[in-house]
């Protein structure tokens, strides 16, 4: 099983989950993070560390956001890891909340 970034995360960026996890399998794109699901263990340690609950399991995945675990592994390949977490985007209290999001994805 893998943790999976939601829609929610897309130009909020916090970035909370990184300093948690203890494998490594967040990926960062210009406006939104992804979790590697190779990487990924299972430890929950990220979940509740996200201020946007843009984390979940993938047994949890809320209906209309089931394209997100596609999405995160498909990413995860092409933009690199981060160990480090930065400040979110001064606008991402603005965002947190904001319904369909996925069309501000910048890849």
Request: glycine share 2%; proline share 10%.
């Amino acid at each position: 099983m893998t943790f999976v970034v939601l829609e929610n995360c897309i130009k909020c960026k916090y970035m909370d989950c990184i300093d948690v996890c203890p494998v490594d399998c967040f990926h960062e794109g210009p406006n939104f993070l992804v979790i590697d699901p190779e990487e990924c263990i299972d430890c929950t340690l990220c979940e509740p560390e996200c201020p946007a609950e843009a984390i979940v399991s993938e047994d949890d995945i809320p209906p209309g956001q089931e394209q997100f675990l596609a999405l995160n592994e498909e990413l995860s390949l092409s933009w690199p890891v981060i160990t480090a977490s930065k400040p979110p985007p001064e606008d991402a209290e603005e965002w947190d909340g904001v319904a369909d999001k996925l069309q501000y994805l910048e890849r």
